[in-house]
Antibody
Framework: QVHLQESGPGLVKPSGTLSLTCAVS?????????WNWVRQPPGKGLEWIGE???????NYNPSLKSRVTISVDKSKNQFSLELTSVTAADAAVYYC??????????????WGQGTTVIVSS | SSELTQDPAVSVALGQTVRITCQGD??????ATWYQQKPGQAPILVIY???NRPSGIPDRFSGSTSGNTASLTITGAQAEDEADYYC???????????FGGGTKLTVL
């Protein structure tokens, strides 16, 4: 059974950098999957942040692209998110997620439990 | 277009049938996926590849697509189906994942 676990600081200062890691267990990150970050501000819907393939290829949400970096560490079987210049609008529950796909099918088949990030000085 | 549009809220009487819709141009190229989210929990997959259910999802959940509109139908809604439902797909460029705004389902 594949399990994803987010970790990282739950409190980030305004203008600071949010850094989260997603540890993957039960499967190798070097498989034909996309590894994603999705967030959900309090009381709002899901927002896709971006994704990475084990080769290092990335896709980002255009609205966040200038501030986001997603990286992969195959030796640790994990991937990470960095979001710079955070503001109160970045406060959310952050989920890591695995996407399985074969055109025209694409879906998240594994979600992490989510981690809450607060932005405050 | 990279947007998916959902009705914000829908209600259904216990045991009745309800359809939740999702509209967007990307659905002409990619199948919609549907997720259920209950308060304080991560989303779970309920429908993928148009009308496939993961193991453990009751068969009262079904999906369909027509043109640029995907639908999630719950036949015989139960109290435990009360939740937020999100549709999702890749956008037409395949370089983005898009989510609908979500539909809050109330079971009366």
């Amino acid at each position: 059974q594949v399990h994803l676990q987010e970790s990282g600081p739950g409190l980030v200062k305004p203008s600071g950098t949010l850094s989260l890691t997603c540890a993957v267990s039960g499967a190798s990150i070097s498989t034909n999957k996309w590894w994603n970050w999705v967030r959900q501000p309090p009381g709002k819907g899901l927002e896709w942040i971006g994704e990475i393939y084990h080769s290092g290829s990335t896709n980002y949400n255009p609205s966040l692209k200038s501030r986001v970096t997603i990286s992969v560490d195959k030796s640790k079987n994990q991937f990470s998110l960095e979001l710079t210049s955070v503001t109160a609008a970045d406060a959310a529950v952050y989920y890591c997620a695995r996407i399985s796909e074969r055109f025209p099918i694409s879906y998240v088949d594994v979600w992490g439990q989510g981690t809450t990030v607060i932005v405050s000085s | 277009s990279s947007e998916l549009t959902q009705d914000p809220a829908v209600s259904v009487a216990l045991g009745q049938t309800v359809r939740i819709t999702c509209q967007g141009d990307s659905l002409r190229n990619y199948y919609a996926t549907w997720y259920q989210q209950k308060p304080g929990q991560a989303p779970i997959l309920v429908i993928y590849a148009k009308d496939n259910r993961p193991s453990g999802i009751p068969d009262r959940f079904s999906g369909s697509t027509s043109g640029n509109t995907a639908s999630l139908t719950i036949t015989g809604a139960q109290a435990e189906d009360e939740a937020d439902y999100y549709c999702s797909s890749r956008d037409s460029s395949a370089a983005r994942v898009v989510f609908g705004g979500g539909t809050k389902l109330t079971v009366l």
